[in-house]
């Protein structure tokens, strides 16, 4: 029986109303489930709603795409000569939110090509991978991410001014850019750095005035622009 649920195709033969609507179904229904995956595991990150959105969108897109090609080889070049002519103009997301991309793409051929229970046993595998991950913080650096501006006189020479104390109170830390002060007088330095737990915040920032001159410095947490947080 179960052989018979993965193995059968719904638009093996010819498309009829009730296998359309079937199929149909079924990529919206998985998509709804991707999406709220993806919701509730990008909660403490921010998650895009409009995002949230494409990721139900996609599987029936590129279910209807499939249907529509068929075995048509004709149809299939037509079909990508008309999407050729599409431009997304879109800020470069995640790779997480690429690998939701390419998973709800990848639902959507499964149904398109009528494989249902195989789209509804990899959504349940993938979404049930997702969720454990996030539970468990696989990956997640265990110190606050922050945001750190520093400024520094055009004499002093920043390359690896302050990796010294940066090691000794943060995880991870990245030198975001550069930025010119006053006619070139000063430069600000922002960084995003993984603050360490426990880490005592005045004494990193005592260290890092000793090394800029005593200049303004700012630690903040890191905002995340265009989020909509759960």
């Known amino acids: 029986m ?29 998509g709804v489930i991707i999406s709220t995956v993806y919701i509730r595991t990008n909660k403490a990150n921010g998650y895009s709603s409009g995002f949230a959105t494409t990721l139900i969108m996609l599987p029936l897109i590129i279910c209807i795409i499939i249907m529509l090609v068929g075995n048509n080889i004709a149809r299939a070049f037509s079909l990508a000569g008309a999407f050729s002519i599409i431009r997304f103009r879109s800020v470069p997301g995640e790779p997480r939110d690429i690998s939701y991309v390419l998973f709800t793409l990848a639902i959507g051929l499964a149904c398109g090509m009528g494989y249902l229970g195989y789209g509804a046993l990899f959504t349940l595998i993938l979404c049930c991978l997702m969720v454990i991950l996030e539970r468990t913080g696989f990956g997640k650096p265990q110190g606050k991410k922050m945001q750190l501006k520093i400024m520094v006189p055009e004499q002093l020479n920043y390359e690896d001014a302050f990796d010294e104390v940066l090691k000794k109170y943060a995880d991870t830390w990245r030198l975001e850019h550069i930025k010119s002060k006053d006619f070139g007088a000063l430069f600000e330095l922002c960084y995003i750095i993984n603050l360490r737990e426990g880490a005592n915040k005045k004494d990193f920032l005592d260290e890092l005035r000793c090394r800029n001159g005593n200049l303004n410095i700012v630690l903040t947490m890191t905002v995340q622009d265009e989020k909509a947080f759960g």
Not at 7 to 18: F, G, K
């Open 2 to 30: 179960l052989e018979s649920i993965f193995m059968t195709s719904v638009t093996e033969s010819a498309l009829t109303l009730s296998g359309i609507l079937l199929v149909t179904a079924v990529s919206i229904a998985l």
